[in-house]
């Protein structure tokens, strides 16, 4: 590869989202993080109906069992104690999720301290005395702000030689196009819905930075001082957003943890009384019929119960895959990406190693 090819590669732009840069197909990142829970919960139940009625069909099986012996009693008996342990298991996340709330006065007096103290770094950066307090317009103050340097940057690079302006007007062309399609999602996104994250999740600021500082290090022999402060200006914005994007993350979380406890609680009781009768009272023997696919009437009726029964389970399911992709793509704060993609081949620090031993 040629000199000129890898200069341009280096501050070739990546996907604009999540689904893009990770290579995964739009169904699955819409299943994993954008679908409606509650949506994902019904996916879930009616897997588990299929996938019942599909072994009835297709299965060695005999109606007479569920007829003769005690077996929707035995079934049931397991789903109530499954329930009562993970209503246990759900209380005590949530009283974890609480424990963090509770501390002392001292403590949530650093906290407060913290928060205030950052607030002042944004808003001394951004050149504004008040910062947004709604999470939405605060995450769109930090990204104006690095647009605004950017667009500094871009200014001053004008003088520069051929190379040097195309290269980093490239980059800040990118920046500036990435940042008003994040900034528009953000518009009137209120926290608790997953319209706040999403656009913060596709809002590669590692990649940003990394790009940023590589520029910098290459032009650095040709860099006016103005235009090195604008780098550093740049840079120190894109920094903010890290900070930022961990706090509203760790606050959505504990949101999520909290509607997931609220809809496991809600939805135990229904369904231990469910299973309750079908220990109790209910007989599949007075259940007549079939359907045209041979499925007896009575297996229908038990295994649809059961799914109901299970719907805390599929509550759960769908909120924690969620939970734990959302970890999965923001596990690195600051300038690491930790997915491998071809934007970046040409920008090792092998690459740099040979810019600083030129200078030398």
């Not at 996938?51 to 109530?80: D, H, K, Q, Y």
């Not at 500036?176 to 900034?183: A, D």
């Not at 650095?220 to 914005?237: P, R, V, Y």
Request: charged letters at 25%; aromatic letters at 10%; zero cysteines.
């Amino acid at each position: 590869m040629s000199e000129s090819t890898a200069d341009d590669e280096s501050v070739t732009r990546p996907a604009d989202t999540m689904r893009g840069r990770a290579g995964e197909s739009r169904l699955k990142i819409w299943f994993l993080i954008t679908a409606n829970r509650w949506l994902v919960t019904l996916v879930f139940s009616g897997i588990a109906y299929v996938t019942l009625l599909s072994l009835m069909i297709f299965g060695p099986s005999s109606i007479r069992r569920l007829l003769t012996t005690s077996a929707v009693t035995s079934l049931f008996s397991s789903v109530i104690i499954a329930l009562i342990t993970s209503i246990t298991l759900v209380l005590s996340i949530s009283q974890f999720v609480l424990s963090e709330e509770i501390d002392t006065l001292g403590k949530q007096r650093d906290q407060m301290r913290n928060e205030t103290e950052f607030r002042r770094d944004v808003e001394e950066k951004a050149g504004i005395a008040v910062s947004p307090s709604e999470p939405s317009r605060f995450l769109k103050l930090l990204i104006e702000s690095a647009d605004e340097h950017a667009r500094e940057l871009r200014d001053i690079v004008t003088d520069g030689d051929e190379d040097q302006f195309q290269e980093i007007t490239s980059y800040v062309d990118g920046l500036l196009e990435h940042s008003q399609t994040v900034s528009d999602d953000l518009t009137n996104a209120d926290f608790g819905s997953f319209g706040v994250l999403l656009p913060v999740l596709n809002y590669n600021y590692s990649w940003k930075i990394f790009a940023a500082r590589n520029l910098r290090s290459k032009y650095s022999d040709s860099l006016s001082a103005e235009a090195d402060q604008a780098f550093e200006d740049l840079i120190e914005s894109l920094r903010f957003f890290g900070p930022a994007r961990e706090y509203f993350k760790t606050l959505y979380v504990q949101w999520e943890i909290i509607n997931i406890s609220r809809a496991v609680l809600y939805g135990a009781m229904p369904a231990l009384a469910i299973a309750a009768y079908m220990m109790l009272v209910f007989d599949a023997s007075l259940l007549f019929g079939s359907t045209l696919y041979g499925v007896d009437i009575a297996f229908m009726v038990v295994s649809a119960m059961y799914v109901i029964t299970l719907s805390p389970f599929a509550v759960v399911l769908a909120y924690v895959i969620r939970v734990l992709t959302i970890i999965k793509r923001t596990l690195a704060i600051g300038p690491f990406v930790l997915r491998e993609t071809e934007h970046l081949e040409s920008a090792r620090y092998d690459d740099l190693a040979e810019i600083e031993g030129e200078k030398e």
